[in-house]
T-cell receptor, first 114, second 110 residues
Framework: DAGVIQSPRHEVTEMGQEVTLRCKPI?????LFWYRQTMMRGLELLIY????????DSGMPEDRFSAKMPNASFSTLKIQPSEPRDSAVYFC????????????FGPGTRLLVL | QKEVEQNSGPLSVPEGAIASLNCTYS??????FFWYRQYSGKSPELIMF??SNGDKEDGRFTAQLNKASQYVSLLIRDSQPSDSATYLC??????????WGAGTKLIIKP
């Protein structure tokens, strides 16, 4: 299995630009999580999906952030417009189901907003 | 608000010694407890999980859970330089959501 795939691995953009992060979960996993990690705030859950349906988006910082999961094998996290404080590592993780024991993390996308 | 607390460290341990990492949590209804390891610049990976009070051993790693004290720990025996990483404690709440600690940075000195 290829594991969780994220793209791009690195993104440098200017303030105000739209940023789209992509994630392909492990085949057969029906729960997907988007996290943001910074030195100051640690690992923060932004949103998670179960069976392609958003369950909890209370961690999404503001309306500039949106996430979709159009099918079981693909999800996007979009930031529009981006701001320097959005600079972080964004992880996608998948899990066999909400009651499964293990979240498998992708390699992350390092985002730098100038 | 549900919280998971860890000492941020760094915790410095000589090679070959036992490293002890600690975590406390606030939600008494929590049932599942996880330890993830994260190397610098990499993503977190699960190393242990525990559900029941007591000890659970896996190779050089032992997870310990005390639900009465709301305390979970990870012991690493015969510490190796390759164990140097940040260790994240995560607790699953009643909504199956993981609540994450900030992590403890562990340094194993040769």
């Amino acid at each position: 299995d290829a594991g969780v795939i994220q793209s791009p691995r690195h993104e440098v953009t200017e303030m105000g630009q739209e940023v789209t992060l992509r994630c392909k979960p492990i085949s057969g996993h029906n729960s997907l999580f988007w996290y943001r990690q910074t030195m100051m705030r640690g690992l923060e859950l932004l949103i998670y999906f179960n069976n392609n349906v958003p369950i909890d988006d209370s961690g999404m910082p503001e309306d500039r952030f949106s996430a979709k999961m159009p099918n079981a094998s693909f999800s996007t996290l979009k930031i529009q417009p981006s701001e320097p404080r959005d600079s972080a590592v964004y992880f996608c993780a998948s899990q066999g189901g909400l009651a499964a024991t293990t979240q498998y993390f992708g390699p992350g996308t390092r985002l730098l907003v100038l | 608000q549900k919280e998971v607390e860890q000492n941020s460290g760094p915790l410095s341990v000589p090679e070959g010694a036992i490293a002890s990492l600690n975590c406390t949590y606030s939600d008494r209804g929590s049932q599942s407890f996880f330890w993830y390891r994260q190397y610098s610049g990499k993503s977190p990976e699960l190393i242990m999980f525990i559900y029941s009070n007591g000890d659970k051993e896996d190779g050089r790693f032992t997870a310990q859970l005390n639900k009465a004290s709301q305390y979970v720990s990870l012991l690493i025996r015969d510490s190796q330089p390759s164990d140097s990483a940040t260790y994240l404690c995560a607790v699953m709440d009643s909504n199956y959501q993981l609540i994450w600690g900030a992590g403890t940075k562990l340094i194993i000195k040769p």
